[in-house]
């Protein structure tokens, strides 16, 4: 690390102490830390893991099976379910980029009348809770026949996922210098060309960050799929939280199943962390 | 005489041409712009107007009659349950708290940088690629009797604490908030750690320069500076917790035994969907949109008031 950051000065202890002492107190304090981080960590693991290993196990505690995983793929239509989140979540995620990437950028380089109001508006909707709009939502879509479609189904998702998308681009390009747009129209380049050839480009980690958020959400909704999309064909989401509790299936083929479901975000989680934690923090939303 | 008009001319082109950039630029923004606000316009806004207004009508998904504020009336005055719901989202928001503390602790050892931080961090924020559904049946597993927590609290001697967890009305809630403040430790701790990164280090050397010990710089320097990440983290579980758990809940308990575990956000569902009474989804809906609101600003002039005694 080049800069002194906040631990650094406070763990500095010099003078009266004497360095002695004080490297040792440190190594001590630093043990303890340590140690606590690990009990906080497999605390936070423990429940995970003992179901995990439980549904290796006949009936949660037996001797060890495979009857469980297997019976995932022959009681639940797994592959199906999982190419539907597949489909919702890719056309959703594309729809949102296309659209709040470049009204992003419209808002923060581009002023228009009326920019500023439909900003505003646009920000505000990140306050609404689902649940307040849902409703009017269904019927309306219901009137237009998109109601148990994926077209339908794509489109909430991208309603839903603009405002917090366009205030993160928008943020991000307002960050970027104007002189960039002023050398490209003294170079003779129309608006539309800087914004295709210098700005996008540049716009690239923080497009993966919406993006890595909007699959997130997508990809682990329950209310909108189960709303939205054909009983028949639902998401790996809906078509687990229909089976549990119904007592139909053992509970550790569930478990089997959720594991198989949580594999594609723990990829994207694992591949895109930092892209993840900078978009959390800039504008919290789930 | 001729310089002149040479010089308008050349002026005039160049507030022509700066015209027309002013009117491209204007263009194109509102091409760019257009998609995302139609969008948003059609499929958030309009739908929020037509709840507020359906709020104040008996509407079953086909006709609407005018009924004024009753389903409000009804929700503030009248059934057991609604009082119980209202319980319950109390609940989740006094929940937060002992949340915030754990991952206000977590966040402060593991920006000590002692070993093994950077794997801490990893599994600490995994819950945040896990959906309602996979977290829901896992805990839902891990809380049967004669299963995980059972076995647990057997082995070190508790066998009396070995309940019914999520089949009782006393525990469902205190369970299902365990789990949802499982799964927002991640994000909270993670916030609290851009804090403590955010504090200047010649803030806190300038505070040992003129004596302050470890807890003093904790408690008057660190503590102050990280109220807004405090504000933060308390504003995102609590959205969440108010509009984001339907799935936990669905997953968990479906809102029992009883009303034991409904959440004003689980009513709105059961109000529409099972019940079929959209006018009241409607109204409850929009009361919670309301509160949103008001605990947003509410905590937005907390935050404002500190900070002002502070300078």
Redesign the interface.
């Known amino acids: 690390m080049v800069t002194a950051t906040l631990p650094d000065v406070l763990e500095h202890k010099g003078g009266a102490a004497g360095p002695g002492r004080a490297r040792s107190s440190l190594a001590g304090r630093h043990l303890v830390a340590s140690i606590t981080l690990l009990v906080i960590g497999v605390a936070l693991l423990y429940p995970l893991i003992d179901v995990v290993i439980a549904s290796f196990r006949t009936q949660g505690t037996g001797p060890f099976t495979l009857q469980y995983w297997r019976a995932v793929f022959q009681q639940i239509p797994v592959w199906h379910q999982l190419g539907m989140s597949a489909l919702v979540t890719g056309c959703s995620v594309a729809g949102v980029l296309v659209v709040s990437v470049p009204a992003g950028y419209a808002y923060a380089k581009l002023s228009f009348r009326g920019a500023k109001i439909v900003f505003a508006v646009t920000i505000a909707c990140m306050m609404i809770p689902v649940e307040s709009m849902i409703i009017p939502e269904y019927s309306n879509l219901a009137k237009v026949g998109l109601v148990g479609s994926v077209l339908g189904t794509v489109l909430v998702f991208i309603g839903l996922g603009i405002p917090l998308s366009v205030f993160l681009m928008a943020s991000y390009f307002n960050s970027l210098p104007d002189a960039l747009v002023e050398s490209g129209l003294v170079d003779g380049a129309g608006h539309l060309r800087i914004f295709l050839s210098v700005m996008l480009p540049l716009a690239i980690p923080a497009i993966v960050t919406i993006g890595v958020l909007e699959f997130l959400a997508v990809w682990n909704d329950l209310l909108i799929a189960l709303l939205f999309l054909p009983i028949q064909s639902q998401t790996i989401a809906v078509g687990l939280a229909a089976l549990q509790g119904n007592h139909i299936l053992n509970t550790y083929v569930l478990v089997a199943g959720s594991v198989l479901s949580a594999i594609p975000p723990m990829i994207v989680y694992m591949l895109f962390q930092r892209h993840l934690v900078a978009g959390l923090t800039m504008g919290v939303h789930r | 005489m001729g310089r002149v008009a040479r010089a308008r001319t050349l002026r005039s082109r160049e507030s022509a041409r700066a015209e027309d950039?002013d009117r491209?630029?204007?263009?194109?923004?509102?091409?760019?712009?257009l998609?995302?606000?139609v969008?948003?316009g059609?499929?958030?806004?309009?739908?929020?107007a037509?709840?507020t207004y359906?709020s104040f009508t008996s509407w079953n998904?086909e006709t609407a009659h005018f009924v004024g504020l009753s389903s409000y009336s009804q929700l503030l005055f009248h059934t057991t349950a609604i009082r119980q719901i209202f319980q319950n989202n109390l609940s989740v928001v006094l929940s937060i708290p002992a949340g915030l503390f754990?991952a206000l602790t977590?966040a402060f050892?593991?920006?000590?940088?002692?070993?093994?931080?950077r794997?801490?961090r990893?599994?600490?924020?995994?819950p945040?690629?896990?959906?309602?559904?996979?977290i829901?049946?896992?805990?839902?597993?891990?809380l049967?009797p004669g299963?995980?927590?059972d076995?647990?609290l057997s082995g070190i001697g508790l066998h009396s604490l070995a309940l019914d967890w999520l089949g009782s009305t006393h525990t469902a809630l205190p369970a299902l908030l365990a789990t949802f403040n499982?799964a927002l430790?991640g994000?909270n701790t993670?916030?609290f750690m851009?804090g403590?990164?955010s504090?200047p280090?010649e803030v806190?050397?300038a505070a040992?320069v003129d004596g302050a010990g470890?807890f003093k710089?904790l408690r008057h320097i660190?503590m102050p500076l990280l109220g807004r990440f405090v504000r933060?983290a308390f504003l995102?579980t609590m959205?969440?917790g108010?509009?984001?758990m339907?799935?936990l809940i669905?997953?968990m308990t479906?809102g029992g035994p009883g009303f034991s575990t409904t959440t004003l956000?689980f009513q709105?569902?059961q109000s529409?969907?099972t019940l079929g009474n959209?006018g009241q989804?409607?109204a409850?809906?929009?009361f919670?949109?309301l509160i949103?609101?008001a605990v947003?600003f509410v905590i937005n002039m907390i935050g404002r008031r500190k900070a002002a005694d502070l300078w």
């Open positions: 950039l491209g630029r204007r263009r194109t923004g509102l091409l760019l712009a998609p995302a606000a969008l948003v059609g499929l958030v806004v309009f739908p929020i037509e709840a359906y998904g754990f977590a050892l593991t920006s000590l940088r002692v070993p093994g931080w794997p801490f990893f599994v600490v924020f995994l945040v690629a896990l959906s309602w559904v996979v829901g049946i896992v805990f839902s597993n891990f049967t299963q995980g927590i076995s647990l499982w430790f994000i993670v916030i851009t403590l990164a504090i280090p806190v050397e040992r470890f710089i660190v933060l995102v959205i969440s108010f509009s984001g339907f799935g669905y997953v479906a956000e709105i569902y529409a969907f959209f989804a409607a409850l809906g929009i919670l949109l949103m609101l947003t």
